[in-house]
């Protein structure tokens, strides 16, 4: 393993070398422990990724008519995601443009416009400021930036994203090789209809939000860390993919560009995804439903199962079988998950029923040892003279770089940590630069009035 006696732990010096410092934390073989211990960085990654670039804020099916809105993280900013009554999204701030106070307290609703608690301004549904009280104590109260902040928002395959890059890129040119999984991941759905529940589940623990990261595509861990939900499924007498031999299976990861990576099952269960299926209460009977209905397309008996296809949207959306989750770091050691369940509107019934079964089962027996090795990680990091953790698995050793400059290898690469912490490195080394965006003054109706009303007044 490379050694190094620098001790950029310090990153509080910031500055001209700060660029330099980023860009020796990590290297191709190792990263320094100052990426899951340093402060300094974490405030960094709030702004410089956590705004920077896109950021999975919510899907379309979450607000299907005129006034529904969802409350989502982007780093430390709340941001309502709209429906307006031109049927497009807006991506707002929840920050009152009076003194800052959120709007919202809710985590999503139907509203007719957004009133602020505290002096009773009101903001459309566009952002735009309705209404204030006593607006003729403002002197030219017409040009202040009173609207409503708002995120840039683009959509692929019904899931919306979020930035703050001044100039972003194009949403397609980012997802790259990781669009054409994310369509595939919504046209397994009846009709390509895919439904995302606005109710969310949420756990957290007390670890660096690149946990999820190191683990999303980790696929050795699944044999040691989850050995007692193996056991259940042996017990029960059902393939649980986890427990076997990570060096043999046909199962790949490949990375796809900008951090993002995907780790694909099926090569490793010819007979698909239902096959693997466990025990769950009220399994049979939901199963002779399905029959009674005359159901026998495999597609529609693996949309249960989930995909077995693991797909990561770096920095923050990670599938997991039927499941979203989504990554909302809190602080330096501490991350909140956000699993979103997804149900199939225009199947039978019973497919959602036994959907819920499904996600009950990992989240329950499966992720809490994540949760576990993730605080254990926290806490080895901080002996401060090991400065180093390698992430070399797979580099010479099993990894096919294509042509595209993606990396296919088995599920012990870690050759998807490589590629999401060399994104963190574009990000963080050269920030990009970042704006609020805000509708123009001139365009707001209530404005307009102020302004006529005040020219009367001084006319006259
Ligand atoms: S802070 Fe919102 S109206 Fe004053
Ligand atoms: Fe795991």
């Given at each position: 393993m490379t050694q190094d006696?620098?001790?950029?732990?310090?990153?509080?010096?910031?500055?001209?070398d700060l660029t330099d410092l980023i860009d020796r934390l990590v290297r191709h073989d190792v990263v320094h422990r100052s990426l899951y211990t340093d402060p300094a960085l974490f405030d960094l990654e709030m702004l410089r990724i956590f705004g920077g670039t896109w950021v999975y804020l919510a899907h379309d099916s979450e607000v299907p008519a005129p006034g529904d809105f969802v409350r989502r993280q982007m780093g430390r900013r709340q941001i309502l995601i709209v429906r307006t009554e031109d049927g497009g999204l807006r991506g707002l701030l929840n920050r009152c443009t009076h003194r800052g106070t959120t709007l919202v307290g809710e985590d999503g609703g139907c509203a007719k416009r957004f009133v602020c608690p505290y002096h009773g301004w009101s903001f459309g549904l566009?952002?735009?400021?309705q209404n204030l009280p006593v607006p003729d104590s403002y002197d030219r109260l017409y040009e202040r930036p009173f609207d409503l902040g708002q995120v840039a928002l683009a959509t692929r395959a019904g899931f919306v994203f979020g930035t703050l890059a001044a100039e972003p890129m194009e949403i397609d040119t980012w997802l790259g090789a990781a669009g054409p999984w994310l369509d595939q991941h919504a046209a397994r759905y009846p009709g390509g209809r895919m439904g995302v529940q606005r109710r969310r589940l949420t756990q957290e623990y007390g670890a660096n939000w690149k946990m999820s990261w190191d683990n999303a595509a980790d696929g050795i861990h699944a044999t040691f860390a989850h050995a007692s939900y193996n056991h259940l499924g042996k017990e029960a007498d059902t393939d649980t993919v986890l427990a076997r031999n990570p060096a043999d299976t046909p199962m790949v990861s490949k990375t796809l560009g900008h951090g993002h990576c995907v780790v694909d099952q099926r090569p490793g269960i010819p007979d698909g995804p239902w096959s693997t299926m466990r025990p769950l209460p009220t399994r049979e009977a939901l199963e002779d439903g399905l029959r009674a209905k005359g159901v026998t397309d495999p597609a529609t008996w693996d949309l249960m199962t989930g995909d077995m296809v693991n797909l990561s949207i770096f920095p923050n959306l990670i599938f997991v079988g039927n499941q979203m989750m989504v990554v909302e770091p809190v602080a330096l050691n501490r991350t909140r998950l956000r699993f979103y369940l997804t149900h199939a509107?225009?199947?039978?019934e019973e497919i959602d029923l036994m959907r819920l079964r499904v996600d009950e089962d990992f989240l329950s027996f499966g992720t809490p040892d994540d949760f576990e090795m993730f605080e254990r990680v926290q806490e080895g990091l901080a002996v401060e003279e090991e400065e180093w953790i390698d992430?070399?698995?797979?580099?010479?050793?099993g990894d096919v770089l294509g042509a595209d400059g993606l990396v296919t290898g088995t599920v012990a690469s870690e050759a998807p940590m490589r590629a999401y912490l060399a994104e963190w490195k574009r990000l963080m080394a050269r920030p990009i630069p970042t704006t609020i965006r805000r509708a123009r003054i001139e365009d707001s109706r209530f404005m307009q009035t102020i302004r006529r009303r005040e020219m009367a007044k001084k006319g006259a």
């Amino acid at each position: 393993m490379t050694q190094d006696t620098t001790r950029p732990d310090a990153i509080v010096a910031r500055g001209p070398d700060l660029t330099d410092l980023i860009d020796r934390l990590v290297r191709h073989d190792v990263v320094h422990r100052s990426l899951y211990t340093d402060p300094a960085l974490f405030d960094l990654e709030m702004l410089r990724i956590f705004g920077g670039t896109w950021v999975y804020l919510a899907h379309d099916s979450e607000v299907p008519a005129p006034g529904d809105f969802v409350r989502r993280q982007m780093g430390r900013r709340q941001i309502l995601i709209v429906r307006t009554e031109d049927g497009g999204l807006r991506g707002l701030l929840n920050r009152c443009t009076h003194r800052g106070t959120t709007l919202v307290g809710e985590d999503g609703g139907c509203a007719k416009r957004f009133v602020c608690p505290y002096h009773g301004w009101s903001f459309g549904l566009d952002g735009r400021i309705q209404n204030l009280p006593v607006p003729d104590s403002y002197d030219r109260l017409y040009e202040r930036p009173f609207d409503l902040g708002q995120v840039a928002l683009a959509t692929r395959a019904g899931f919306v994203f979020g930035t703050l890059a001044a100039e972003p890129m194009e949403i397609d040119t980012w997802l790259g090789a990781a669009g054409p999984w994310l369509d595939q991941h919504a046209a397994r759905y009846p009709g390509g209809r895919m439904g995302v529940q606005r109710r969310r589940l949420t756990q957290e623990y007390g670890a660096n939000w690149k946990m999820s990261w190191d683990n999303a595509a980790d696929g050795i861990h699944a044999t040691f860390a989850h050995a007692s939900y193996n056991h259940l499924g042996k017990e029960a007498d059902t393939d649980t993919v986890l427990a076997r031999n990570p060096a043999d299976t046909p199962m790949v990861s490949k990375t796809l560009g900008h951090g993002h990576c995907v780790v694909d099952q099926r090569p490793g269960i010819p007979d698909g995804p239902w096959s693997t299926m466990r025990p769950l209460p009220t399994r049979e009977a939901l199963e002779d439903g399905l029959r009674a209905k005359g159901v026998t397309d495999p597609a529609t008996w693996d949309l249960m199962t989930g995909d077995m296809v693991n797909l990561s949207i770096f920095p923050n959306l990670i599938f997991v079988g039927n499941q979203m989750m989504v990554v909302e770091p809190v602080a330096l050691n501490r991350t909140r998950l956000r699993f979103y369940l997804t149900h199939a509107p225009d199947a039978p019934e019973e497919i959602d029923l036994m959907r819920l079964r499904v996600d009950e089962d990992f989240l329950s027996f499966g992720t809490p040892d994540d949760f576990e090795m993730f605080e254990r990680v926290q806490e080895g990091l901080a002996v401060e003279e090991e400065e180093w953790i390698d992430i070399s698995r797979g580099d010479g050793a099993g990894d096919v770089l294509g042509a595209d400059g993606l990396v296919t290898g088995t599920v012990a690469s870690e050759a998807p940590m490589r590629a999401y912490l060399a994104e963190w490195k574009r990000l963080m080394a050269r920030p990009i630069p970042t704006t609020i965006r805000r509708a123009r003054i001139e365009d707001s109706r209530f404005m307009q009035t102020i302004r006529r009303r005040e020219m009367a007044k001084k006319g006259a």
